[in-house]
Antibody
Framework: EVQLVESGGGLVQPGGSLRLSCAASGFTFSSAWVHWVRQAPGKGLVWVSRINTDGKSTSYADSVKGRFTISRDNTKNTLYLQMNSLRAEDTAVYYC??????????WGQGTLVTVSS | QSALTQPRSVSGSPGQSVTLSCTGTSTDVGGYNYVSWYQHHPGEAPKLMIY???KRPSGVPDRFAGSKSANTASLTISGLQAEDEADYYC??????????FGTGTKVTVL
């Protein structure tokens, strides 16, 4: 059974940093492109970032470019999102998502990040 | 990349059909046959319902059907059931990334 389990969310002050993790199981993690998608309270889904299988190719939404860094450790079957210079508008549930040829076939349950003083 | 446009809400009685629209441009929805749809019950993980415009993953009822015309994709739910009440999001490939979502439609079963 495919599982994606996010962790690392919490309350952080504006300007602070947080690192999210996503533990993957039930499939060959090293063969999958994976993404982060977020949903702010009362808002819709928004794509944040993606990484290819070996971690050498990444992409970011304009709203997080230069502040967030996506990475992966295929030996640990884990995806990461390092979030720096956090802003109130980064407050959201962050989902770890597996891609399968231009669509998202499995989603984690999400982890809540709250940026507030 | 701007979000794809979806109606804020649609509603229908049990057994009826509803159609959700998802409007983009020639650089996303209209340019590729890579539109997907996701059902999201609040507090749960979103679920893939349709991919590649018309394909249904295993386990998704055939009451759910996808289509596309020009820059607008559609999701039709036939024989509406109480458990279909949820938020629905479309998503399209953009040529460089897969990740532009629609604004979301809340489906209410009356």
């Amino acid at each position: 059974e495919v599982q994606l389990v996010e962790s690392g969310g919490g309350l952080v002050q504006p300007g602070g940093s947080l690192r999210l993790s996503c533990a993957a199981s039930g499939f060959t993690f090293s063969s999958a492109w994976v993404h982060w998608v977020r949903q702010a309270p009362g808002k819709g889904l928004v794509w944040v970032s993606r990484i290819n299988t070996d971690g050498k190719s990444t992409s970011y939404a304009d709203s997080v470019k230069g502040r967030f860094t996506i990475s992966r450790d295929n030996t640990k079957n884990t995806l990461y999102l390092q979030m720096n210079s956090l802003r109130a508008e980064d407050t959201a549930v962050y989902y770890c998502v597996r891609e399968s040829w231009y669509y998202f076939d499995f989603w984690g349950q999400g982890t809540l990040v709250t940026v507030s003083s | 990349q701007s979000a794809l446009t979806q109606p804020r809400s649609v509603s229908g009685s049990p057994g009826q059909s509803v159609t959700l629209s998802c409007t983009g441009t020639s650089t996303d929805v209209g340019g590729y046959n890579y539109v997907s749809w996701y059902q999201h019950h609040p507090g749960e993980a979103p679920k893939l319902m349709i991919y590649d415009v018309t394909k249904r993953p295993s386990g998704v009822p055939d009451r759910f059907a996808g289509s596309k015309s020009a820059n607008t994709a559609s999701l039709t739910i036939s024989g509406l059931q109480a458990e279909d009440e949820a938020d629905y999001y479309c998503c399209s490939y953009t040529g460089s990334n897969i990740g532009v979502f629609g604004t979301g439609t809340k489906v209410t079963v009356l």
